[in-house]
């Protein structure tokens, strides 16, 4: 008698919408067809094979830090190193090469540094109870402070030939006609996307940032979900700094600079909500493709730097304001 | 007509999935307590937030002492003298009692506030309601009693013509009650309306006139409260006949499952020894404050204990976290669903299956779709809760199905203890038969259960031993046989004076 949700949808769309946060979603998709088909009447040349090749190399980066936000943010926290480990990775992994290093070798060097970041994180936010924005804003500095310091605060020299191969591995090659930095942005977000919503880890995420009292006593360590997120987010931006190290061939000290927020920015667009417990990794890719979306195309449009700017500013809080008012509505009527 | 100060017609809510309220009418004259009563999601604080102004109305009609009110909000209904004391307490915790009572109606001039003023009139209110709470105190240090009358003070300190009362008296200890009794009668003899909503049947007939009796979003019944009996009140309430209150089974006590030794966790848990065996269910009696819930936190492993040994089946088990006591096959449902219990944003699916993950997946941490939907299914069937879909958030389930979710979350999983702290707080009659039910079935099972209750019928009924504790010790235990109400209170109250005392250094000294 009480149950009297519309039963006559079919099994799929109704399975689909059912996911937590899938309104959003779908709603922000429409935002982004509609997005690419303006920019595309206003100047054709947007659809080029060209332009959309470079459109969805834009696009990864975006993602993949998306998706470390993301984890972080359904925790209810927030990272503020992710642009710092991004110059940290680019500028260890160029600093190392220069020195005639292996490039694997101080890719995977690099990879460990930036995971440590990420344990300290989760480590300061969880083990010590420290607000997340301040911990993160400490790692943030210091962060930075490592990408400087890396090679004695100058940007580094060129990486060289030796670093060809790491050099199409994360940008320049391409696989199926597509190039590779997307491939590993998707093949990132599978992962994590299947970690987040099919296991164990992935509940324990939601539960902490839903209420993580009720966590607690559903016997959750709310230190080890914490310092897995931060890691996963230390990760991502990781992978992007070896994509900046590669596209550019040099380390530069200020790689990365306010990704961060550009990450906060791509997962509340998708439906993430900044105070934990809600949204899905889909929406953040989704968040990704309107943000890079708006600056390729905006530019495209042959709008300047700062009219681009104001216009992202402006539709980030469109975005976010519209998913409140859908929200408090459900939730008066 | 004019009489009634408060009139509402064909009154219909729906929220998305539930028909919350379904043409239904309430009146109240001034100088009349009016009950409304009705279970758990019969749409009774729906109504009330409706009057209030917090939830707009899908249709019907509002006359306030007798005018027609098209345009409702919570700010015209507050200009109307409308105020409610909610079921969960509002409070800026980190405010003192005199700021939340004044909030956003600061005593000063232009933007100056006048601390002073505001500190004197919160007092007088305070002092007119005889409870002992500085205005200075922070509403986060005191216990949630107090905050209780606070939420009441800031109602009184607006001169309410017509009080909307959820369920006051749950948190209250029975002096408190008996003085909240006393201002609703004084506020009664000045011609207010008050509308009081409350599970506790046993209190109407100390202040109620009228009852008005609703059942799933619709009016059931109305009249004096002299023409009802408490059965044809429940009767109205449930729809049935409730033969039993509190069903009660006997099974022949065997090995002790649980014992405790010597436990010691701060101020609230000192020197706890007892025993659970099979075949039997512990109450847990006392007074607001005696250290129960604090009891069960320790043993549970959320408080860090200072001393003191825990067994299970004979064995010594080490908890230092709630994993560490599930592991040992010990489970606590506890007592505030919303802090503790259940992670309301999250889907039923995801609240029931969230401590039993580890039945539930493989090894590689992978969640299997199908046992996950077994598992729920099972549970949303054995504890029959109304919901459409257990993808449905739990935020949008009434409270009485919040709390099975909270049980069925825990008896989802095989264990050997479980805990129940308050486990029919705010729940209604039918649903509280249920929960008795379910600990009947655990007992009957060999699973130890521990139960505990500020209901003192509730523990008589249910329990086969009775633990009463006061002022963080056991004072005293009692069997089935010897328990009365009377030996229990005496027992609760052992250190009655000590507590008052404590009480009062907590309202003030911070």
Excluded at chain 1, 61 to 78: A, H, K, M
Excluded at chain 2, 28 to 37: D, H, I, P, R
Excluded at chain 2, 169 to 193: M, N, P
Excluded at chain 2, 422 to 435: L, N, W
């Amino acid at each position: 008698m009480e149950q009297s949700i519309e039963k006559n949808k079919t099994g799929i769309i109704r399975r689909i919408t059912a996911i937590n946060g899938m309104g959003q979603v779908l709603t922000v998709t429409v935002g982004l067809i509609v997005l690419c088909l303006v920019f595309g009447i206003i100047n054709p040349t947007f659809f080029s094979s060209r332009n959309l090749g470079n459109l969805l190399r834009q696009i990864a980066p975006f993602i993949l830090i998306g998706i470390g936000q993301s984890y972080v943010l359904i925790t209810g926290n927030i990272d503020l190193s992710i642009g710092s480990v991004i110059g940290m990775s680019t500028m260890l992994s160029a600093t190392m090469m220069t020195k005639g290093v292996n490039p694997w070798l101080a890719a995977l060097i690099t990879l460990a540094a930036c995971l440590v970041m990420g344990i300290l994180n989760g480590w300061l936010v969880a083990g010590f109870s420290m607000p997340p924005f301040i911990a993160t804003l400490g790692t943030m500095t210091i962060g930075r402070g490592i990408a400087q310091i890396a090679n004695g605060n100058y940007n580094t020299n060129s990486i060289g030939a030796a670093a060809e191969g790491f050099r199409n591995f994360f940008y320049y090659g391409k696989v199926a006609g597509i190039y590779t930095t997307f491939w590993i942005a998707v093949i990132i977000f599978l992962i994590f996307n299947f970690y987040l919503s099919k296991t164990k880890t992935g509940r324990h995420i939601y539960a902490v940032g839903s209420n993580i009292n009720a966590a607690k006593l559903s016997g959750v360590s709310v230190t080890a979900v914490t310092i897995k997120v931060y890691v996963i987010s230390a990760f991502c931006a990781a992978i992007v700094g070896f994509t900046q190290c590669a596209s550019a061939g040099m380390g530069a000290m200020d790689a990365g600079n306010s990704y961060e927020m550009y990450a906060v920015a791509a997962s509340v667009i998708g439906g993430v909500s900044t105070l934990g417990g809600q949204g899905i990794l889909f929406g953040t890719v989704i968040g990704a493709a309107i943000w890079a979306v708006l600056q390729n195309g905006l530019q495209f449009a042959g709008a300047p730097v700062a009219i681009r700017n104001i216009a992202i500013g402006i539709i980030v809080i469109i975005s976010v304001l519209l998913d409140i008012i859908v929200r408090g509505r459900k939730r008066s009527n | 007509m004019e009489d009634y100060i408060v009139r509402m017609e064909h009154i219909s809510k729906s929220f998305p999935g539930v028909k919350a309220l379904d043409d239904v009418p309430l009146d109240l004259k001034s100088g009349e307590v009016l009950a409304l009563l009705g279970e758990n999601g019969a749409g009774k604080s729906t109504l009330m937030k409706i009057l209030a102004g917090i939830y707009t109305r899908d249709a019907g009609d509002i006359f306030i002492f007798g005018e027609k009110k098209d345009t409702w909000n919570a700010k015209i209904a507050k200009e109307n003298g409308i105020a409610i004391i909610h079921q969960e307490l509002n409070m800026c915790q980190h405010l003192t009692v005199a700021e939340n009572m004044f909030l956003g109606r600061e005593p000063g001039k232009a933007f100056l506030l006048n601390r002073g003023d505001m500190n004197k009139e919160a007092a007088k209110v305070l002092d007119n309601l005889h409870v002992d709470i500085s205005p200075k105190a922070l509403v986060g240090s005191l216990p949630v009693s107090k905050q209780q009358m606070v939420e009441i003070a800031k109602a009184l300190s607006v001169n309410a013509k017509i009080l909307i009362m959820d369920e006051p008296t749950s948190a209250l200890s029975s002096k408190e009650i008996d003085d909240l009794f006393v201002i609703i009668r004084q506020l009664r003899a000045e011609g207010c309306g008050i509308i009081y909503i409350s599970h506790r049947l046993e209190e109407l007939s100390h202040i109620v006139d009228r009852v008005s009796i609703m059942r799933d979003g619709r009016f059931i019944s109305s009249g004096s409260f002299s023409d009802y009996t408490m059965d044809s009140i429940i009767s109205d309430m449930v729809g049935r006949e409730i033969k039993e209150k509190f069903p009660h089974v006997d099974c022949k006590a065997g090995k002790t499952i649980l014992e405790v030794r010597h436990l010691n966790a701060g101020r609230m848990v000192r020197d706890i020894s007892f025993s659970v065996r099979e075949g039997e269910i512990v109450g847990i009696a006392g007074l607001m404050g005696a250290g129960r819930t604090e009891t069960t936190r320790a043993i549970f492993g959320i408080d860090q204990k200072e001393s003191g040994e825990i067994f299970v089946d004979g064995r010594e088990v080490r908890i230092r976290k709630p994993s560490d006591a599930i592991k040992n096959g010990i489970v606590l449902a506890p007592e505030d669903r919303k802090k503790d219990g259940l992670c309301t944003k999250l889907p039923v699916q995801h609240n029931i299956s969230l401590p039993n993950l580890d039945l539930i997946s493989d090894k590689a941490g992978k969640v299997i779709r199908r046992k996950e939907n077994t598992m729920t299914e099972k549970a949303i069937d054995d504890f029959s809760i109304k919901v459409s879909d257990p993808g449905v958030a739990v935020q949008n389930l009434s409270g009485g199905n919040q709390q099975k979710v909270v049980v069925a979350k825990w008896l989802s999983r095989k264990s050997r203890i479980v805990i129940f702290d308050e486990p029919t707080r705010g729940i209604d009659v039918a649903a509280k038969v249920e929960i008795y039910n379910i600990m009947n079935q655990l007992k009957k099972d060999g699973i130890g259960v521990l139960f505990v209750s500020s209901e003192m019928p509730e523990v008589l009924g249910v329990s086969d031993r009775i633990l009463v504790m006061c002022d963080g010790r056991i004072t005293g235990e009692l069997s089935r046989e010897e328990a009365t109400q009377e030996k229990v209170l005496t027992l609760a109250t052992q250190f009655e004076k000590k507590i008052e005392t404590k009480g009062e250094e907590n309202g003030t000294e911070h």
